[in-house]
């Protein structure tokens, strides 16, 4: 595990959610601020600009070849079979991943890719992106915790263990398209997810507060 040498670390769970394997010197250091929100703060857009969001982290070491295959199908099975549907892929924006994937989505003009590096510089962030999106497909990444907040259905492309539970995971072709296609989802699943990951409220005040409150002790203290 990181050890870190600020005396806070901000972080956007309860503690009661930190990892059970958490060095207990990393633990007293929390401060659970809560999320900070996007410019505009988050919701929903009156009209969407995509009727699915596909968000991907597959550079990361913890995927298999086998999990990106899976993703892929999933992808290219829900454009096929939604021809009509915009569809937006985004890859991570430092990770690339999906930057390769040109040859395979050549076909489908119903898909629109930034490139990474556009992700990188573009004014508006992911959290941001999520207010115009119907639905959203990702892997395992904060990109669920804000489609959450922003009230937006959201499935896994992948496991991601007891951390994501109760969101959906996408175990095939068919699950994709069913999800793309607007099959029922329960609302109290975001609920649930929010509640039991994520402090409630935007937490960039809050670390404000901290950072002001912090730098006045230190002023106070004798030279």
Same mark, same amino acid.
């Given at each position: 595990k990181a050890a870190f040498a600020a005396e806070t670390v901000f972080c956007w769970f309860p503690l009661e959610a930190a990892p059970a394997d958490l060095p207990m010197d990393t633990r007293a250091k929390l401060d659970p601020a809560g999320r900070p929100a996007p410019p505009g703060g988050w919701g929903r857009d *009156?009209?969407? !600009?995509?009727?699915? +969001?596909?968000?991907?982290? $597959?550079?990361?070491?913890?995927?298999?070849?086998?999990?990106?295959?899976?993703?892929l199908d999933g992808l290219l099975a829900t454009a096929r079979a939604l021809p009509d549907a915009k569809i937006l892929v985004?890859?991570?924006?430092?990770?690339?991943?999906?930057?390769?994937?040109?040859?395979?989505?050549?076909?489908?003009?119903?898909?629109?890719?930034?490139?990474?590096a556009h992700a990188r510089t573009a004014l508006a962030g992911g959290a941001q992106l999520l207010r115009g999106i119907s639905?959203?497909?990702?892997?395992?990444?904060?990109? *669920?915790?804000? !489609?959450?907040?922003? +009230?937006?259905?959201?499935? $896994?492309a992948a496991p991601g263990g007891a951390s994501y539970q109760p969101l959906p995971v996408l175990d095939g072709p068919n699950a994709w398209v069913a999800f793309a296609?607007?099959?029922?989802?329960?609302?109290?699943?975001?609920?649930?997810?929010?509640?039991?990951?994520?402090?409630?409220?935007?937490?960039?005040?809050?670390?404000?507060?901290?950072?002001?409150?912090?730098?006045?002790?230190?002023?106070?203290?004798p030279s």
């Amino acid at each position: 595990k990181a050890a870190f040498a600020a005396e806070t670390v901000f972080c956007w769970f309860p503690l009661e959610a930190a990892p059970a394997d958490l060095p207990m010197d990393t633990r007293a250091k929390l401060d659970p601020a809560g999320r900070p929100a996007p410019p505009g703060g988050w919701g929903r857009d *009156a009209e969407t !600009a995509y009727d699915l +969001g596909v968000f991907e982290n $597959l550079h990361w070491d913890r995927y298999t070849e086998a999990d990106r295959s899976c993703f892929l199908d999933g992808l290219l099975a829900t454009a096929r079979a939604l021809p009509d549907a915009k569809i937006l892929v985004r890859p991570h924006p430092a990770g690339r991943w999906a930057d390769r994937l040109g040859h395979e989505l050549a076909p489908f003009k119903n898909i629109v890719q930034p490139s990474a590096a556009h992700a990188r510089t573009a004014l508006a962030g992911g959290a941001q992106l999520l207010r115009g999106i119907s639905r959203v497909i990702t892997t395992p990444s904060t990109v *669920a915790a804000d !489609a959450a907040l922003a +009230g937006a259905p959201v499935a $896994l492309a992948a496991p991601g263990g007891a951390s994501y539970q109760p969101l959906p995971v996408l175990d095939g072709p068919n699950a994709w398209v069913a999800f793309a296609s607007g099959a029922p989802y329960d609302p109290s699943v975001l609920d649930q997810f929010r509640s039991r990951v994520l402090v409630a409220g935007d937490g960039a005040p809050r670390i404000v507060e901290r950072l002001e409150r912090d730098l006045v002790a230190t002023m106070a203290k004798p030279s």
